[in-house]
């Protein structure tokens, strides 16, 4: 009986440690309100936890190419899903512009390339005339509708600030996140930047490569690595066997040790 009670007991306290709390200065009696119970997965304990290494949620939305189901979408491919706070804002417009000029450097990456930004469908379409006009561009990809924030809360792309105050301020705005997903739907690098801050495009595109040539060599990349580079062998792998694998090993130290590119 009393290990009966204690398992009891156990589970409750499970339960109760799990209740989530509300973000600091959020009144309760929002709740029961129609808009607020839009926005419950605001709360900190319901985002979801999207490690590395994690499955990328699957959504459906409506974008400028119609309406996807992410998962489809990515197919066989990877993927680059980028967020954006607003239509019509400066640091958005260079961004989409430089990244639809890499159109074809991703897809000889196999990679697939999708935006998302916190407006709806029609702005998109304006917006991305101006995109074109303003870079000299032509952006293929689709932008996702997301006036809703639905994908955003989904993939955690809200600042904390915004959060905290979402009693006072409504909507929160959506911040610079992007996420590399794998073919087999797996989140193998994610980037966050505040909304003020444009992202380097040719990082990602750096990230990537690496990421794809990890994959490809069971090799490790050093600090600021680029195609053609020297790749670091694993610890996991001994040395002689490096040798094996890889031919050529320059041994710095026993645990830091470099072969060639291919």
Not at 25 to 47: D, H, K, W
Not at 158 to 177: E, H, M, S, Y
Not at 211 to 221: F, M, N, P, W
């Amino acid at each position: 009986m009393a290990s009966m009670l204690s398992r009891t007991g156990l589970r409750a306290f499970r339960a109760i440690s799990t209740i989530p709390k509300l973000p600091q200065g959020f009144p309760r009696s929002q709740l029961v309100q129609p808009l607020s119970r839009r926005f419950l997965a605001t709360i900190p304990q319901e985002q979801p936890r999207l490690r590395l290494g994690s499955t990328a949620p699957n959504f459906k939305a409506q974008s400028t190419h119609g309406e996807i189901d992410f998962h489809q979408f990515i197919g066989d491919s990877w993927a680059i899903l980028f967020s954006h706070p607003a239509d019509f804002t400066p640091v958005c417009t260079t961004e989409l512009g430089a990244f639809a000029k890499l159109k074809g450097e991703f897809e000889k990456r196999g990679v697939k390339m999708i935006g998302l930004s916190a407006d709806d469908l029609s702005s998109h379409k304006e917006w991305v005339e101006d995109i074109n006009e303003v870079s000299s561009t032509n952006v293929q990809f689709p932008v996702i509708a997301d006036p809703d924030r639905k994908v955003a809360f989904l993939y955690d792309m809200v600042d904390q600030r915004d959060l905290d105050n979402i009693a006072n301020k409504g909507i929160p705005f959506t911040i610079r996140a992007l996420f590399v997903i794998d073919p087999a739907k797996t989140i193998r690098l994610t980037m966050l930047y505040p909304a003020s801050t444009g992202r380097n495009s040719a990082e990602v595109l750096r990230v990537v490569d690496a990421l794809q040539t990890a994959d490809r060599r069971g090799v490790a990349t050093p600090i600021d690595w680029t195609v053609g580079q020297d790749v670091i062998v694993p610890p996991s792998v001994s040395t002689e066997d490096a040798r094996k694998k890889f031919g050529d090993v320059r041994e710095v130290k026993p645990y830091l040790r470099y072969t060639g590119h291919e």
